[in-house]
């Protein structure tokens, strides 16, 4: 699950669906194969250390779609929001982000997972039935994979909402704003 140093892991939304889950869900194979499947539910996010693909501060796995999210100490509940995804090039709609929050009892932590899902297709499959049964025995089932992204929020993520930090040439650049105020003798 590591990667080659030098490497991060920062996929963006579409990347996330199209390129790993999509493929995941059509049993296509997915190079780098670096996101590992994980039964999330049985483990709190504390847990996912050395059991999930981890860059930074973030963690990303596999897991089955279910609506059960409880964990031994804990559960997942929605925090009722649903983003729909789309591609950058053709805008079509490929995937949904829904975002849930961590409980301990009932006390809300500051632990976030996005979890993300394929549209329905529900429709595009009730037409492939009407064809025979070969067809519906070799067409993927989109409804039971997810890609789960899950991190701690801190106070200063509420600030830099995309997570980047500066680089060294950001700093000097942002400082030059202050040279105005030195006065050169």
């Given at each position: 699950?590591?990667?080659?140093?030098g490497f991060?892991?920062?996929?963006t939304d579409e990347e996330l669906v199209v390129h790993f889950l999509h493929r995941k869900a059509s049993l296509l194979p997915c190079h780098p194969d670096v996101?590992?499947?994980?039964?999330?539910?049985?483990?709190?996010?504390r847990d996912l250390p050395g059991?999930?693909?981890?860059?930074?501060?973030?963690?990303?796995f596999y897991s089955r779609k279910t609506q059960e999210r409880v964990t031994s100490n804990g559960y997942w509940?929605?925090?009722?929001?649903?983003?729909p995804i789309?591609?950058?090039?053709?805008?079509?709609?490929?995937?949904?982000?829904?975002?849930?929050?961590f409980?301990?009892?009932?006390?809300?932590?500051?632990?976030?997972?996005q979890e993300y899902s394929l549209p329905d297709s529900s429709s595009r499959s009730s037409k492939r039935s009407n064809r025979g049964s070969t067809s519906s025995t070799h067409k993927p089932d989109y409804s039971k994979w997810v890609i789960c992204r899950v991190?701690?929020?801190?106070?200063?993520?509420?600030?830099?909402?995309?997570?980047?930090?500066?680089?060294c040439l950001d700093e000097v650049f942002l400082s030059l704003d202050d040279l105005d105020e030195v006065s050169l003798p």
């Amino acid at each position: 699950m590591n990667l080659p140093p030098g490497f991060r892991f920062f996929p963006t939304d579409e990347e996330l669906v199209v390129h790993f889950l999509h493929r995941k869900a059509s049993l296509l194979p997915c190079h780098p194969d670096v996101i590992p499947d994980l039964d999330l539910y049985p483990y709190d996010p504390r847990d996912l250390p050395g059991k999930a693909l981890q860059e930074g501060r973030q963690w990303y796995f596999y897991s089955r779609k279910t609506q059960e999210r409880v964990t031994s100490n804990g559960y997942w509940g929605s925090m009722g929001i649903d983003e729909p995804i789309f591609t950058s090039s053709t805008h079509k709609k490929v995937g949904i982000k829904k975002y849930l929050t961590f409980y301990l009892g009932d006390s809300q932590t500051n632990w976030v997972m996005q979890e993300y899902s394929l549209p329905d297709s529900s429709s595009r499959s009730s037409k492939r039935s009407n064809r025979g049964s070969t067809s519906s025995t070799h067409k993927p089932d989109y409804s039971k994979w997810v890609i789960c992204r899950v991190y701690e929020q801190n106070c200063s993520d509420e600030e830099d909402d995309d997570g980047a930090e500066l680089s060294c040439l950001d700093e000097v650049f942002l400082s030059l704003d202050d040279l105005d105020e030195v006065s050169l003798p």
